[in-house]
């Protein structure tokens, strides 16, 4: 089972830049994909981007254009460069396993790590 461990949340102010990294150990991380999800308070967890193994990107809509996410198989790590931020990206951000269903991603591992705070001010 796949345990991932994310870190590089913070407080920025609107139009700042964070860069959140993910580190998953498994065996066959190339081979995966990977997701990032994130859930602000009173609401439901969320996907904002994910990769699959050969390096194809996806991005919700509403982080399309700021976001970035990449991935190191070397390092079995993933990252996600979040650009221009608006306070409503404020939430906690998840990484984990994840694969495209219909117009989005969902991640297939029961085991979600704490995540990561990422606040933006206004």
């Known amino acids: 089972q796949v345990q991932p461990v994310e870190s590089g949340g913070g407080v920025v102010q609107t139009g700042g830049s964070l860069r959140l990294s993910c580190a998953a150990s498994?065996?066959?991380?190339?081979?995966?994909?990977m997701g990032w999800f994130r859930q602000a308070p009173g609401k439901e967890r969320e996907f904002v981007a994910g990769?699959?193994?050969?390096?194809?990107?996806y991005y919700a809509d509403s982080v399309k254009g700021r976001f970035t996410i990449s991935r190191d198989n070397a390092k079995n790590a993933v990252y996600l460069q979040m650009n221009s931020l608006k306070p409503e990206d404020t939430a906690i951000y998840y990484c984990?396993?994840?694969?495209?269903?219909?117009?989005?991603?969902?991640?297939?591992?029961?085991?979600w790590g704490q995540g990561t705070q990422v606040t933006v001010s206004s």
């Open positions: 498994a065996r066959t991380f190339s081979n995966i994909g």
């Open positions: 990769i699959i193994f050969n390096g194809n990107t």
């Open positions: 984990n396993t994840a694969r495209p269903r219909g117009s989005t991603w969902y991640s297939q591992n029961d085991y």
